[in-house]
Nanobody, 116 residues
């Protein structure tokens, strides 16, 4: 059974930083593209960033230059480093695991609130 558990969310002031972590179990982690999505109140869930099995990354324009995704295959973990946070980054952040031909797996989400 696939399990993705996010941690690291919280309240931070504008301009601050926060690191999210997602621990995966029940999958051969190195064979999955990992991604982060977010959903703000009243809005649809949107992709934030992803990292492939080979380490290639992709970022939404809104977070380029501020967010960094990385993965540690030895620890079955994907990290999201968020810097220069803005109020519009406020959302529930979800970890996602993708593999061609299989249904996506999702974590339960972690709340990130950027407010003074």
């Amino acid at each position: 059974q696939v399990q993705l558990v996010e941690s690291g969310g919280g309240l931070v002031q504008p301009g601050g930083s926060l690191n999210l972590s997602c621990a995966a179990s029940g999958i051969i982690f190195s064979r999955y593209t990992m991604a982060w999505y977010r959903q703000a109140p009243g809005k649809q869930r949107e992709p934030v960033t992803s990292i492939t099995t080979g380490g290639s990354t992709n970022y939404a324009d809104s977070v380029k230059g501020r967010f960094t995704i990385s993965r540690d295959n030895a620890k079955n973990t994907v990290l999201l480093q968020m810097n220069s946070l803005k109020p519009e980054d406020t959302a529930v952040y979800y970890c996602n695991a993708k593999r061609f031909g299989l249904r996506d797996s999702w974590g339960q989400g972690t709340q990130v609130t950027v407010s003074s």
